[in-house]
Structures are given as structure tokens and as C-alpha cells.
């Protein structure tokens, strides 16, 4: 095997080993079946690994009583979803990011206590930005290209 094979054979190993995905809190609360973890303080065991693009957060609170959670999920989804919406009787908060374990927040309030329904450990997705993987696979070609230009010289 030559040197350029050798080269080649490495940073495709490199490139192309098994990426390891989003990791999200997974859990779902309701008042009748009340999680406090979930709520407050998602624990290790409630993490996994999404193959979505956001972890998420859908906060459901009643209006009467007030502040009294109606249910609560922590997840992933290919869905982008963010904001607040009132009925009768409840406010539903959601939130999106795209960092591992980002979804830990509270749902409701960012970690400054203001009211930017993002969570407390977020990311603003801007549309049109390029994922990792893309970024990787360009990365590759250039590489490989440079090499066999060198090579062939």
C-alpha cells in the first residue's frame, strides 16, 4: 500500500466513523402524575441520544390555579417550535435549541429570569446555517483534494 493510500484510508476512518447525534432530556410529567425531576431537575437517566435537529421543552401551565403545571415533555423533534399561547384555561410555552442537553431549562424562563421562552441553556437557530456533518463532508474533499495534488506533482 502506498503512502497516498495509507493517508486516504486514515482520514476516511477519521471522517466517516459513526457520528454521535443530539443529546436531549427525554421525560413527560402531567398534574395527576407529577415528576418533580422532570419539572425541575432533568436527572442522566432522562437523557438519550435524538437523531432530530432540536431538543425541546412543551410547558402546559392552568390559569386557575395559577402556575400549576398541566404537563410538561422534554424531547427532540425535527420541528422547530417556539413561543407562548394562551386559551381559557391554560399557557402552553415551547422552545427548540440545538445544543446537547439544552432543553434543561425551566420552559418558561431564561436563566436571567426573563421572559424569552427559550429555556435556561439556549440557542437561537438562524435559518440557513450549515450542520456539522455538512461542514465535515466539505472539510473531507478539500483534504483529499489537497492530497492529491500534492502527491501528483
Do not use: W
Not at 425531576?37 to 432533568?42: A, G
Amino acid at each position: 500500500m502506498n503512502c497516498f493510500n495509507s493517508v486516504l484510508l486514515v482520514l476516511l476512518i477519521f471522517y466517516f466513523s459513526p457520528a454521535c447525534g443530539l443529546k436531549c432530556y427525554t421525560c413527560s410529567t402531567t398534574s395527576t402524575d407529577y415528576d418533580d425531576n422532570c419539572v425541575s431537575s432533568p436527572t442522566e437517566d432522562m437523557s438519550r441520544d435524538c437523531n432530530k435537529k432540536y431538543c425541546n421543552i412543551i410547558r402546559v401551565e392552568d390559569k386557575d390555579p395559577k402556575n400549576l403545571i398541566a404537563s410538561m415533555s422534554r424531547g427532540c423533534s425535527d420541528v422547530y417550535m417556539n413561543g407562548k399561547s394562551e386559551d381559557y384555561t391554560h399557557i402552553v410555552y415551547q422552545m427548540s435549541c440545538k445544543d446537547d442537553f439544552c432543553n434543561s431549562g425551566s420552559g418558561k424562563t431564561g436563566s436571567d429570569g426573563g421572559h424569552n421562552y427559550l429555556g435556561d441553556k439556549s440557542t437561537i437557530y438562524c435559518p440557513g446555517t450549515e450542520s456539522s456533518a455538512s461542514v465535515q463532508y466539505i472539510s473531507m474533499i478539500l483534504i483529499i483534494s489537497s492530497i492529491v495534488m500534492v502527491l501528483r506533482i
